[in-house]
């Protein structure tokens, strides 16, 4: 026995927070951190810049973008026309007939994104399209995460994940667009799925209290990604160097098949009880609990998994059991549209960002730093109140922010900045929050595959907000603000998870189900009783 004077018993062990789960956040959040980086990355390295048409009897090879003799009143796909062909004259505003041309060349103001590189002038769904192109790759990353994390471990398929970002290097060396946007692709769909392993893994060896606090840690993780992405991109802007810092540091994840450790309730409902055990004494090592290690040595494998409260964890459980679970399948419903409007609402105001008026790198480090105090009214709000509630309060403002903002016009640049990073750190509240609360509804037998299926409804959403900056701003906001005030109704069809335990298998679904049934049916009939004895 420990010294300590408070003795823990073998089925608190997981309900005791200390350093073994704040290691093993910090490895599960660098991860997270990189994804984060590369997962934004196109909004620099895909992102406009100023071009106009070369006129070559005005343009040398060296001309650069910024002449005085460009008409006003010509756009950049567009070639003025000469009055007449002039041979060493130098070209003014007057030297040019009213009359324009299609351009086929062009002159960029800089070579640091791709637009330049590809010659991408006058396409732009061809910059947006990297953007939608990758999150495809994170929606089918993220889902089949789901799956494999399920079936081959939490671990395992963070490790892999992780390094697979590495792929990413690969994209300084295509030699046009249509070569970059499918490594774009691959890259994607393989570091797509540290999201959803890793924020499971944090979860699962997190205690009833500090569930909030798991998915608050790894939020911030990418929130970090994303600020030193905004300061790596100031100081390094050319875009092949940009990719090059964000990706090469996923080879140190080599180091996590021994560093970083397995769920251990993944590993007692897949029957590895003595792995399982191995990670417990850890935990009990670590935290420095007071357990008795006999007991935790000589426990039989089914008594482990009675007090972990898994029951016949030998049952397979797949997408039948859930679709027949109605209650469950609402569950997941109603979870993945608000993940998928987080996930819409969030992305979209930070690709949104680089158009504000002002710099864009300024804009965008400030709509990924406002997200750090959202997290904390999520932690304080979810633990003081609860889940629910706040979230559909959340989700409300938000809807507001953004409309409010997409009506202000860019002559109150403060006014409408202001409201725009509102409406940033409420939605940075809602993210975590529906994350963890999502987390907390479904089972463990399942829990990785229904977080791939809301992650996919997220990707979704990271689908369609690189597509934004396409329409009009104020449309853009009436979307935001619509799926956000739908999603803060549907939370009322789900219950609320704060102070309860971690649901393992759809079997405790239907038996909380008939147990609340049993109970208004025994208050009924308490109130029946009464009504009867005062008449």
């Known amino acids: 026995m420990k010294d300590n004077t408070e003795v823990t018993n073998v089925a608190d062990i997981l309900e005791k927070f200390g350093k073994y789960q704040m290691l093993q956040y910090f490895y599960a959040s660098l991860p997270a951190l990189v994804v984060a980086m590369i997962n934004v990355n196109y909004i620099f390295v895909a992102g406009e810049v100023n071009y106009r048409c070369r006129v070559p009897e005005c343009d040398s090879l060296n001309s650069t973008y910024n002449v005085t003799w460009w008409p006003a009143s010509v756009d950049e796909c567009s070639k003025p026309v000469l009055n007449q ?95 970059y946007v499918s490594i774009e692709f691959i890259e994607a769909l393989i570091c797509g799925g540290v999201y959803t392993s890793g924020g499971v893994l944090m979860l699962e060896i997190a205690g009833s209290d500090q569930r909030l606090l798991a998915g608050v840690v790894f939020a911030y993780a990418v929130y970090m990604g994303e600020a030193i992405f905004a300061l790596i991109g100031m100081a390094v802007p050319y875009w092949k160097s940009l990719i090059q810092i964000i990706c090469t540091p996923s080879l140190l994840f080599f180091f996590y098949f021994i560093s970083i450790h397995e769920s251990p309730r993944w590993l007692i409902i897949k029957d590895r009880i003595d792995e399982a055990r191995e990670i417990l004494k850890n935990m009990v090592r670590m935290n420095k609990l007071n357990v008795d290690e006999d007991e935790l040595n000589n426990i039989d494998n089914e008594k482990l998994k009675a007090l972990y409260s898994y029951g016949d964890s030998t049952k397979k459980q797949g997408l039948k059991q859930i679709y027949q679970c109605k209650k469950l399948l609402l569950w997941v419903l109603v979870s993945s549209f608000c993940r998928f409007t987080v996930s819409f609402v969030y992305y979209g105001l930070l690709i949104n960002s680089v158009v504000l008026p002002g710099d864009k790198y300024t804009n965008f480090l400030l709509a990924a730093v406002m997200s750090f105090p959202g997290e904390l009214i999520s932690l304080f709000l979810m633990n003081k109140i609860g889940r629910k509630l706040p979230l559909m309060v959340g989700f409300l403002l938000c809807g507001i922010s953004c409309v409010a903002s997409g009506y202000v016009s860019n002559e109150h640049a403060w006014l409408k900045i202001c409201l725009f990073l509102v409406g940033k750190l409420v939605t940075a509240a809602c993210y975590t929050g529906t994350l963890t609360y999502s987390m907390e509804l479904f089972p463990t037998s399942v829990r990785g595959s229904l977080i791939g299926l809301c992650t996919l409804a997220a990707c979704l959403g990271n689908m369609l907000a690189p597509l934004t900056p396409l329409l009009t701003p104020l449309l853009s906001s009436i979307l935001f603000a619509s799926s956000a005030v739908i999603s803060s109704v549907l939370l009322i069809f789900t219950p609320e998870t704060k102070g309860a335990p971690l649901i393992d298998t759809i079997e405790q679904i239907y038996d909380k189900s008939l147990s609340e049934r049993k109970k208004q049916n025994e208050n009924s009939k308490e109130n029946s009783e009464s009504m009867n004895t005062r008449f």
């Open 85 to 179: 062909t002039l041979d060493d004259v130098l070209c003014t505003n007057d030297s040019f007939a009213g009359s324009r041309e299609k351009c086929t060349d062009w002159i960029y103001e800089n070579h640091d994104t791709i637009i330049s590189e590809y010659d991408l002038a006058c396409q732009p769904w061809k910059r947006t399209m990297v953007g939608t192109i990758h999150n495809i790759g994170m929606a089918l990353a993220e889902m089949a995460a789901g799956w494999l994390a399920d079936i081959y471990g939490r671990k395992f398929t963070t490790v892999i994940c992780a390094i697979g970002c590495i792929i990413g290097n690969f994209k300084t060396l295509a030699p046009n667009y249509n070569t």
